[in-house]
């Protein structure tokens, strides 16, 4: 099995489609909210609820039941079917 660094969140925001965020090691990383489903189709009102959770390891929007790792949007394992048809275009 190989080795996946721990990714951590101190701070996110959604901005203009786009997932912010702030990460504990200094860096910053922004992803599309077209990348997942649930938040393409989210109003901005509902994208700004935007949490961290597991101590900045997730994002989660309570509203939209959506959870996403912050490991996985900052080392691009988006969801497969969305992001083929984005990267298509």
């Known amino acids: ?3 996946e ?3 951590v969140a101190k701070k996110a925001a959604v901005r203009n489609g786009m997932v912010h965020l702030w990460l504990a090691d200094g860096s ?3 992803f599309p909210v077209a990348y ?3 938040l393409a189709k989210a ?3 509902a994208l700004a609820k935007v949490k961290l959770r597991l ?3 997730a994002l989660r ?5 959506e959870d996403i790792w912050v490991g996985h949007a900052v080392t691009g394992k988006y969801p497969k079917a969305e ?3 984005l990267t298509a275009a």
């Not at 929007?61 to 039941?65: C, G, I, K, T, V």
């Open 36 to 38: 997942y489903p649930r």
């Open 55 to 57: 101590a900045g390891k």
């Open 83 to 85: 992001a083929a048809r």
């Open 5 to 7: 660094p721990v990714i």
């Open 43 to 45: 109003t901005a009102t």
């Open 61 to 65: 929007w309570d509203n939209l039941d």
């Open 1 to 3: 099995m190989a080795y």
């Open 28 to 30: 910053t990383h922004a």
